[in-house]
């Protein structure tokens, strides 16, 4: 059974290892985070870590996500997509307020993320670097870093494997450079058992 994720604000759930967590975009062209801690919280998903593991920076089906103490967390096992981004850290309050000159709050995925992770009793540290599902990041010859809009579809997924106990928080992305300029919409997830 699906749940969503209101647009612009995240959600959290345990998986059990060898559960499977299934991201859905409902009506496509929308971004999302999604970070998992250990279910002890003594590691964090690391973006570091998997480009040294998997060398490369753009993941999708067969690649493992790691932690930060070198153990897998995630296998990706099936992915409509194809192109996800784990080079950005999400966004921030203070990320608005130095990029777009926001003089107010604005929801952001790292809070979105932190208050899902304390909402299962975990203290989520510092802002993360999520593995940005749909996120479509393009990496130029000098390096320069630029967005394309998500190059999902309604009803697209990408479904991970939990490679250990895991609690996971997952944050629609409020932030229209993510979403190709358009409006905050919302994402869905469903658990589903091991194969």
């Known amino acids: 059974m699906e749940t969503i994720i209101p647009a612009g604000r995240g959600a959290s759930v345990r998986l059990a290892r060898g559960e499977r ?44 996500l790691w932690s930060d103490r070198s153990e897998p967390m995630f296998t990706i096992i099936a992915d ?19 990029q777009y000159a926001a003089t107010d709050v604005h929801p952001n995925c790292a809070d979105n993320l932190s208050a899902a992770l304390r909402s299962l009793g975990l203290d989520p540290g510092p802002p993360p670097t999520a593995f940005n599902v749909f996120m479509h990041v393009e990496v130029d010859q000098e390096g320069r870093l630029s967005f394309r809009s998500p190059g999902t579809r309604a009803g697209d997924s990408i479904i991970f494997q939990a490679e250990m106990d895991l609690a996971v928080a997952i944050s629609s992305c409020p932030a229209s450079t993510c979403n190709g300029g358009g409006g905050q919409q919302p994402l869905a997830f469903e658990m589903l058992p091991p194969i």
Not at 21 to 27: F, G, K
């Open 80 to 98: 409509d997509v194809g192109h996800h981004d784990f080079l950005y850290a999400s966004c921030t309050a203070d990320m608005y307020r130095l």
């Open 21 to 64: 967590l299934r991201v859905i975009d409902p009506y496509g062209g929308q971004s999302g985070d999604v970070f998992a801690l250990s279910a002890d919280g003594s590691q964090r998903l690391s973006n570091g870590r998997t480009f040294d593991y998997q060398g490369k920076i753009y993941f999708t089906t067969g690649d493992v």
